[in-house]
């Protein structure tokens, strides 16, 4: 049944700690039990390290089990890890693979409809709500973004325009014509929406789009200023990955925009120090590990997700009580050593978009230089900042633009301002960092 109401699961999102974490422990002892029964991978890791189902009688227990991780994922391509027959699932997707086969995870009805529920909270909390006319530009495919929010905008009883990816002039006059509330797509690719509008010489701001749920690749609070000052919207960060479901594992509250709340009946969150595994407390910045609760296809126990976040368990003013999880910052393997320092693109970002002169795309080249390597920031001056500036001008926004990166990040990385429209757009999820350092 469709409920009306700034919360669409009551019940499970504002239930308090105590019984939350009961019904997780509930919930997890079974997905322990039925993974360690089904699926050969996890009982063998049980067994390697002398843990059985029964020695987990509470959250902390779970302390004693080994990780998953993404190579375990390639390792048992495509079906070892389902804790059901391949075609007793509902649906199959996976991860595009760009570095060698593709990490494929199944779902049975039972886990789609979760799913679904998971998303139509998510397109709640963004502000959202039955009757919307939602237009989807995620890409559909084995890729979960697409389809993952689509049956939440229906599960929601919204209208799901099913646009995907790519064809921006065809997705502006779509918008144009539809008139719809919601908006989902990467933020990269929402600015190159943005960018297509501009172009056709229409207002962004003139749209009847009201919230856009922006996710699926690391973006900072100036993107979202970005966002939300050129559509005049509210722009919510969701988060998820298609080990742990999709999109929908959390998602921001429009009222507060503080942290992304976690569907914690579904998905147990840890964060652990990445080098020793050591389990942190709230507050404190790590990796994010997931356990799933409920899911009946492809239980992952303890996921390393390779992104880094901190939680935040005190009560939101949005109402909801479900653990907050902080921004990610970026992927543990798109950290840059620069000189012996850590940096994540986003932080990169952070810098950049402070620059009214400079359009919100980049890219981070990474090249090699005797036996140092150097980062070159490769940003791209706008159309109006092109017409008004000097040569002069230009070489004085490069030394800026160096001073602030070497103040923000500790490091000297190399600004290179491009000509507008030069540098590559994205249709889905963008690529931040290009690495040559092998081609010297
Ligand atoms: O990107 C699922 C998704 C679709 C999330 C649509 C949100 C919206 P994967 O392709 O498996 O799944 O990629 C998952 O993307 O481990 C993060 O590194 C990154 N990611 C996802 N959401 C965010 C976010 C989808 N909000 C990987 N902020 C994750 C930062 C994100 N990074």
Known sequence: ???VSNIFNPEMETMSRKDMEALQLERLKETIRRSYENVPFHKENFDKAGVRPEDIQSLEDLQKVPFMKKTDL????????FAVPPNKCARIHGSSGTKGKPTIVGYTHKDIENWAEI???????????PGDIFHNAYGYGLFTGGLGLHYGIERLGATAVPVSGGNTPRQITLIQDFQPRGLSATPSYTLNIIEGMKKMGLN???????????G??????????????????????????SEVMGPGVSIECHEAQDGLHIAE???????????TGEVLPYGEEGELVFTSLTKEAFPVIRYRTGDIASLNPEKCKCGRTTIRM???????????IIRGVNVFPTEIEAVLLGFSELAPHYQVVLKREGVLDTCEVQCEITPEYQQNASADDKERLIREISANMKDALGVTVVPCINEPNTLPRSEGKAIRIVDKRNQY
């Open 1 to 3: 049944m469709v409920k």
């Open 74 to 81: 390639r390792e048992n391509y495509p079906f070892k890890l």
């Open 119 to 129: 998303v139509a909270r998510a397109i709640v909390a963004a502000g959202g709500r």
């Open 204 to 214: 962004p701001r003139d749209t009847s789009i009201e919230y856009g749920i922006f």
């Open 216 to 241: 699926a690749e690391p973006w900072t609070e100036e993107m979202r200023e970005q966002l939300e000052e050129e559509l005049g919207i509210k722009a919510i960060d969701i988060y998820g990955l």
């Open 265 to 275: 009946d579904h998905f147990l969150a840890e964060i652990i120090n990445p080098e």
């Open 326 to 336: 902080s921004r990610i910052k970026g992927r543990i393997d798109d950290m840059l």
